[in-house]
């Protein structure tokens, strides 16, 4: 899903998985892989209320917050550290596509000027060999 260049992500996700919902492999459960910006408890809370699970990393602000509560402040949540060693991947994949600079920078005024120019450099990686 395409958002607004300065918008954050985390108001998208909620969209996004409403789509993928809809798709046919949605039945299967999967785990979501974020990164800390998706750390907000709100996020946290509807990803628990949709029954997925996921792996994210908690922020330092946030874990001082729960060890200030000392016993009320909860425990901490789950995180599996193998697992979000695969996010790596992903990473990998978004400096590639930042060695074009159109694309990086989003010269392009329309959104879907710009996401013709994500198609076509994701074609081209894609076929090109690494």
Known sequence: MLCAGQAGDNPVLEPLLETYRG???????????????????????????????????????????????????????RFERDLYKKRNIVE???????????IATRYDKYALAYQGGVLLAATILHHKPI
Not at 46 to 59: D, F, M, Q, S
Not at 92 to 102: C, E, I, L, Q, T
């Open 92 to 102: 990998r994949g978004f400096s590639r596509f930042k060695k074009w600079r159109g």
């Open 23 to 77: 798709q046919q492999n949605a039945k299967r459960g999967f785990t979501l892989l974020a990164d800390k910006a998706y750390s907000h408890p709100s996020t946290r809370a509807r990803l628990r209320a949709r029954g997925i699970k996921n792996v994210i990393p908690e922020r330092i602000d946030q874990k001082q917050e729960r060890k200030n509560k000392c016993q009320h402040g909860g425990r901490p949540p």
